[in-house]
């Protein structure tokens, strides 16, 4: 056991005479050494030129530096603790001192503006104008009394007229004159001011109760919009020709964007066909501004709601309700739908770059909707039950997919999108824009104010008017046999209806029977290639080519056999 002491001693001994000695090596660099600093400095001093001398004076002041640089950093972070540590309790009196002053000025503020509310409407006017309480700290400028009666206004008529001038103090009190000398019009122009601010001011306090008290703040503001709705005077004579070639010439008179009669045709027949309208093709070919300009046409500008890659499922079109904060989230998509039920003309939702998400999951819904043969049906469910400030046109917490509503999406086909697939495009009447129209002259063209119950009437006439013939649909029922027995492709029932819709209004916008039969089958049936192995088939397509041109005449459905000579080509 003492073997064992005598160890632990000399071992700790000789830790304990290491740590001395790095203490003593500390003091000895930065106190105890400076005469042996010194007295080096000295000895070669004398000996040096005077570049040498120069030299040594700075490295020996950057020796000096070091030491004391360190003692200053101490000295510094030892005086901020300190400091910290003493002003910790006062610091909290300070704050609580601050909050109170700043209840004390709102509390000023509150009462100034109640004085000047009673100064205002003891001007006369039975309505009083609303009290601004303390927002009146966060607002650019305070009410007065030369805001609300255009006080400016009636002081420099009455200067014109050599009467005294009214003045308004800073405060909004009047001075000048103990009347007020202001001749009929004057005072007709302050009433109509007064009568003005009175109803602005109502209107900014209905918007400020609806935004604090209700779960849906923007479609309620919506309601308040279109209170005092006045519809402007409808064409109920305007036929679907004229409102073609108007549309052609609105665009490129007042917004320099060109379109071919062809484009346009099968836009308002694909319209006559579906609700929702794809506009495929390459970027720059004017698919966003084609129903953009269109609802300026209608003087109805289109909502466009750019898709994101995220989109998954509904609730990024249609908003939620949020639990927490007991609102719902309103998106865009959902305020321009709300909207539209509220007008009667044509009104349109454009989904800007559709395919960057799955279309068939976030839209899922709307398609299902827009397939009930009853408009009545056609409701999607927001919340589950009916508050008492929802607006007015939600029932038990559900929309109703207006009549008047279009939705027109665009569409890139590159390696940044996803495929649309059969489910959307069934539903759908897809039109491509591959190339730019040539620029064309054209006469001014106003907007024109169609209602959407007038544009289905022009439907319904052309469907009555250019009945698809019998001969027609005769080839077409041998085409649809054709492909049943050589490639299993055939005519849906969904497409019939479609055909039945689109041709007639199609030939009705100026165009051909055949040329509406072409574009249908080349986008609603011959499209189904394209998802399909289509290279074990290849050599049948030449005989199909073979077969349109020997069944619709060579030349007759130029649409189709260009689409099947591109797939062809693909393999």
């Known amino acids: 056991m003492s073997e064992f002491l005598g160890f632990a001693w000399e071992l700790l001994a000789k830790v304990v005479y290491n740590i001395a000695a790095v203490f003593s090596s500390i003091l000895n660099l930065l106190v105890f050494g400076w005469l042996d600093y010194f007295s080096i400095f000295k000895t070669y001093f004398d000996t040096f030129d005077i570049v040498g001398k120069i030299g040594a004076v700075i490295l020996f002041a950057l020796l000096i530096a070091v030491p004391v640089l360190i003692v200053l950093i101490c000295v510094h972070r030892w005086r901020v603790n300190h400091q910290l540590k003493h002003d910790d309790t006062s610091n909290k009196a300070l704050y609580r001192e601050i909050g109170r002053l700043n209840k004390q000025v709102l509390d000023l503020m509150d009462e100034k ?11 006369g006017g039975t309505e009083r104008i609303p009290y601004m309480g303390a927002s009146a700290l966060v607002d650019d400028t305070l009410p007065t009394v030369g805001n609300v009666v255009g006080g400016a206004a009636a002081g420099a008529a009455a200067a014109d007229e050599g009467a005294p001038v009214v003045g308004v103090a800073a405060s909004g009190v009047l001075t000048g004159s103990a ?43 919506v309601d308040l919009k279109y209170r005092d709705f006045v519809p402007p005077t409808y064409d109920n004579e305007i036929s679907l020709v004229d409102f073609v070639e108007g549309y052609r010439a609105f665009a490129c008179s007042e917004m320099q964007l060109y379109y071919t009669p062809e484009i346009v045709r099968r836009y308002v027949a694909g319209m006559a066909a579906s609700k929702l309208l794809i506009l495929e093709g390459i970027s720059g070919t004017g698919k966003t501004s084609l129903p953009y300009s269109f609802g300026r ?21 249609m908003g939620y309700f949020n639990e927490f904060s007991k609102r719902f989230n309103e998106t865009e998509f959902l305020r321009a739908m709300y909207e539209a039920g509220l007008r009667p003309d044509p009104s349109t939702i454009v989904l800007d770059e559709m395919n960057l998400a799955r279309v068939e999951y976030y839209f899922a819904e709307i398609l299902s909707v827009l397939e009930m043969p009853s408009h009545d049906e056609w409701v999607l469910d927001l919340v589950p039950t009916a508050w008492a400030g929802d607006p007015k046109e939600l029932h038990d917490g559900k929309i109703t997919v207006p009549d008047s509503l279009w939705f027109v999406g665009t569409a890139n086909n590159d390696d940044s999108t996803f495929t649309i697939t059969d489910k959307v495009y069934d539903r759908a009447i897809p039109i491509e824009l591959n190339e730019r129209a040539d620029a064309f002259e054209c ?68 165009g051909t029977e055949l040329g509406g ?31 349109i041109e020997k069944t619709f005449g060579e030349g007759g459905l130029p649409d189709s056999v260009s689409y099947l000579q591109r797939i062809q080509n693909m393999y």
């Not at 503006?113 to 205002?120: E, F, H, Q, S």
């Not at 400020?208 to 209700?214: C, D």
Request: hydrophobic share 45%; net charge positive.
């Open 113 to 123: 503006n109640k004085v000047l509310a009673l100064k205002v409407n003891a001007m």
């Open 179 to 221: 009347s007020l000398a202001l001749d009929g019009e004057g005072v007709a122009d302050a009433a109509a001011a007064m009568a003005k601010a009175t109803v602005e001011a109502k209107t900014l306090a209905e918007e400020r109760e609806i935004a604090q008290a209700n779960r849906f703040p923007k479609l309620s503001l």
């Open 297 to 317: 046409y209608l003087d109805n500008p289109a909502t466009i709601v750019s898709v994101q890659p995220s989109y998954r499922d509904r609730t990024e079109v």
């Open 443 to 510: 006469p001014a063209h106003a907007r024109v104010h169609v209602t959407a119950e007038h544009l289905q009437y022009l439907f319904q006439k052309a469907k009555v008017e250019h009945v698809v013939s019998e001969e027609v649909l005769e080839k077409m029922h041998k085409m649809d046999q054709y492909l049943q027995t050589r490639f299993r492709l055939a005519f849906g029932n969904r497409i019939i209806k479609q055909m039945y819709d689109f041709i007639p209004v199609y030939v009705a916008c100026g």
């Open 517 to 547: 039969m072409d574009y249908i089958i080349a986008r609603k049936v011959l499209k189904k290639f394209e998802s399909m192995n289509v290279s074990f088939v290849r050599d049948e397509i030449k005989g199909l080519i073979e077969y």
